[in-house]
């Protein structure tokens, strides 16, 4: 049974900086990209960053760009997003999930077959 855990999500100034870890089980991890999405209260999830098998390449919405950063250490099984220069529009519950397909990085939900349970980011202005 694939399982992916995340933590890391807190309350935090605008400003601030914060590091997502994801931890996956039951899958081999290498072979899958995974992404992190996320959801604010009233909208529709949407796809924040994505990273291939390898870590060689990566993926961002364009309201992260340049300010998160994904990353993966497949001897861990982890993947993490770091964020900084939060905004208080950045506040939403945070998910991984693995794609289900090991080639190229999907931008839409459907294509990712296992998800975490989501951690709480919280940006206050």
């Known amino acids: 049974q694939v399982q992916l855990v995340e933590s890391g999500g807190a309350l935090v100034q605008a400003g601030g900086s914060l590091r997502l870890s994801c931890a996956a089980s039951?899958?081999?991890?290498?072979?899958?990209?995974m992404g992190w999405f996320r959801q604010a209260p009233g909208k529709e999830r949407e796809f924040v960053a994505g990273?291939?098998?390898?870590?060689?390449?990566?993926d961002y919405a364009d309201s992260v760009k340049g300010r998160f950063t994904i990353s993966r250490d497949n001897a861990k099984n982890t993947v993490y997003l770091q964020m900084n220069s939060l905004k208080p529009e950045d506040t939403a519950v945070y998910y991984c999930?693995?794609?289900?397909?090991?080639?190229?990085?999907?931008?839409?939900?459907?294509?990712?077959?296992?998800w975490g349970q989501g951690t709480q980011v919280t940006v206050s202005s």
């Open positions: 999930a693995s794609d289900r397909s090991p080639v190229g990085i999907a931008r839409s939900a459907r294509e990712y077959d296992y």
């Open positions: 039951g899958r081999t991890f290498s072979i899958y990209c």
């Open positions: 990273i291939n098998r390898i870590g060689g390449s990566t």
